[in-house]
């Protein structure tokens, strides 16, 4: 018995032993605590591809109102949709996104979330209360790959970016999300927009009636108006004329009962592919209400100039009849021909005076 006792206190006394800092002749030793973490999962993002809404605010180019169908989206949140729009946007309009983000740590885990604009921070991302979400149902969770929402791991967003006037360009809009753990990740869906394009019109060739004769119609030449570099921006087509056309060399120079030759004395004629201006009736007149001119064609086919005001709503839609007959992609032209009913009498060169045209982004 005296044996057996002897071996049981010297394993105890190495097993203490085994556990205690021990000081050697050589060197020294010590324990370290061992952290044991559970969870720390990386977050995922999934996006609604479906419901991106676009929102013109106070917007350079005021244009919704007239080609586009306002409407509210699933997550109750109102928008337009403008069918011949492609993906540009200008100053002031918003565009919003809609995503869950998921945390198998927790919701509380997830931190912030965020819109990227080329990978900086551009826009911010707020959550969406449970209670205003009654469609969170398969049908819509559909959208999101077919995902089995929990309230306990998710938390859907509503992610919305203001364009700013110091923006251009084609730009990559993404969403980041960080947790608690200092984890960052980008969504692997991006949306390509074109901020803030340049825009512009130009007229190949120049109007010249020639010489003509007091009391006749005239024709002039046909010119070209062309939408280039707009970087496939859509512009509406407008025009007008100044109100007298007035001889320079001869400021005294007698056209009707005044010095010049008067706006209403111009009509116009344009074709664009299979669309003309001579079925104008004004069904459409776009952002125009043409107070000076009705904008219908005469039985000739050729429609009055209006005068030009300096303001759009003022002129004359060209080609006014069809919703898109007007419209100018980049890269389009529309031809145009104007006539003049030479006033009686009427004696000089009459050179000092414009038509105006101008596109509208649609």
């Known amino acids: 018995m005296k044996k057996a006792l002897t071996f049981l206190v010297l394993v105890m006394a190495l097993f203490a032993l085994s556990v205690m800092p021990m000081v050697l002749a050589d060197g020294d030793d010590t324990d370290g605590p061992i952290i044991i973490t ?21 917007q350079t180019f005021h244009t919704a109102t007239a080609y586009g169908t306002p409407g509210v989206n699933l997550y109750g949140d109102s ?39 080329d990978g900086i921070g551009a826009g911010s991302c707020s959550e969406i209360p449970m209670p205003a979400l009654p469609w969170l149902d398969g049908a819509v969770l559909a959208q999101y790959g077919g995902l089995t ?58 109007v010249d009636f020639g010489t ?3 009391g006749t119609t005239a024709t002039s030449n046909s010119v070209y108006l062309n939408s280039v570099g707009s970087d ?22 007698i056209c009707g009962v005044a010095n010049g030759i008067p706006y209403d ?16 009736n ?56 104007f006539q003049l009913d030479v006033p009686t009498p009427c004696d000089g060169s009459f050179t000092d005076g414009s038509f105006h045209f101008a596109g509208r982004v649609v």
Not at 172 to 184: K, P, Q, R
């Open 38 to 58: 559970t969870g720390n999962h990386v977050p995922v993002i999934y996006v609604d591809s479906t419901q991106r809404t676009w929102y013109p605010n106070d």
């Open 212 to 214: 003509v004769t007091p």
């Open 232 to 253: 496939g921006v859509v512009m509406d087509t407008y025009i007008a004329s100044d109100d007298y056309f007035t001889d320079p060399s001869n400021p005294g120079a």
């Open 79 to 117: 928008g337009f949709t403008v069918p011949e729009r492609g993906n540009y946007v200008f100053t002031g309009e918003t565009v919003t996104y809609y995503v869950i983000v998921e945390d198998e740590d927790g919701q509380a885990d997830i931190d912030t979330v965020r819109v990227l604009k």
């Open 149 to 206: 929402y929990s309230d306990a791991t998710m938390n859907t967003y509503r992610c919305r970016v203001i364009i700013q006037s110091s923006w251009s360009g084609a730009s990559e809009f993404e969403v980041e999300a960080t947790d608690d753990h200092a984890h960052v990740v980008t969504s692997t869906w991006s949306d390509l927009l074109n901020v803030n394009p340049a825009l512009s019109l130009t007229l190949t060739g120049s």
């Open 282 to 337: 004004n069904a459409f007149p776009g952002l125009s209400v043409a107070t000076t001119s009705t904008c219908i064609a005469d039985p000739d086919e050729y429609t009055q100039m209006p005068s030009h005001s300096g303001y759009v709503q003022d002129m004359c839609r060209i080609i006014n009849h069809d919703r898109g007959a007007s419209f100018l992609s980049q890269g389009q032209s529309m031809s145009l021909t």
């Open 265 to 280: 004395a111009f009509d116009y004629y344009a074709t664009k592919g299979s669309f003309n201006s001579g079925a104008n």
